[in-house]
Nanobody
């Protein structure tokens, strides 16, 4: 499956932004879909994801209540709605997909086979 992330940009603190990840190829309904981010000088970290086997959405504590992930199966797209952004959210955001994850691996970037190219989100103070 090929993933194309879009929607990044510059936003002021407290603002909102929506990222999209469009998938092509493969069977979209078979993939767990997640978002990760990587800030300069930091490791890539899990933001949130939809686990395919139970259709639940899981979030990192740092974004819970501010970020929402949704999945549009008809358009083969996953969205990341980000509200109340802070400078600490500044990072390159990546979408990732995998068809064979177990739940305990959802937050582990090493377990994903497919990645989008990343989209930069910059939050100014």
């Amino acid at each position: 499956v090929q993933l194309q992330a879009s929607g990044g940009g510059l936003v002021q603190a407290g603002g909102s932004l929506t990222l999209s990840c469009a998938a092509s190829g493969g069977t979209f309904s078979s993939y767990s879909m997640s978002w990760f981010r990587q800030a300069p000088g930091k490791q890539r970290e899990f933001v949130g994801g939809i686990y395919v086997r139970n259709r639940y959405t899981y979030y990192a504590d740092s974004v819970k209540g501010r970020f929402t992930i949704s999945r549009d199966s008809a358009k083969k797209t996953v969205h990341l709605q980000m509200n109340d952004l802070s400078p600490e959210d500044t990072a390159v955001y990546y979408c990732a997909a995998d068809a064979n994850l177990i739940l305990s691996s959802l937050k582990d970037s090493r377990q994903y086979d497919y990645w989008g190219q990343g989209t930069l989100v910059t939050v100014s103070s």
